[in-house]
């Protein structure tokens, strides 16, 4: 089982930049993955982006050209670097790992998230 532990979350203006961090531990040897989603208030967990072993990416349309995805495998860590942020950004942040399938991610551990709120 993966442990993902999030931080960089915080209260950005529109415009900004965040960096938010996931670092995994325990056995990942099953994962393909690892991305991000996210949940705004009264709304459904979407996909926001993730990265496979090889270092492709994926993102969502709402967040390309905005939004970095990365890892670094020495230290079992993965990276969301936030830029133009807006204020439809603000949600709770997941990470997670997963598995690549038929070209599609489906996470399989989550972190327990963190906040990020962007407002004026």
């Known amino acids: 089982q993966v442990q993902l532990v999030e931080s960089g979350g915080g209260l950005v203006q529109p415009g900004g930049s965040l960096r938010l961090s996931c670092a995994a531990s325990?056995?990942?040897?099953?994962?393909?993955?690892m991305g991000w989603y996210r949940q705004a208030p009264g709304k459904e967990r979407e996909f926001v982006a993730h990265?496979?072993?090889?270092?492709?990416?994926n993102y969502a349309d709402s967040v390309k050209g905005r939004f970095t995805i990365s890892r670094d495998n020495a230290k079992n860590t993965v990276y969301l670097q936030m830029n133009s942020l807006k204020p439809e950004d603000t949600a709770v942040y997941y990470c997670?790992?997963?598995?690549?399938?038929?070209?599609?991610?489906?996470?399989?551990?989550w972190g327990r998230g963190t906040q990020v709120t962007v407002s004026s």
């Open positions: 997670n790992s997963g598995i690549i399938a038929i070209s599609r991610y489906y996470p399989t551990s």
């Open positions: 325990g056995s990942s040897s099953s994962a393909t993955a």
């Open positions: 990265i496979t072993n090889g270092g492709t990416t």
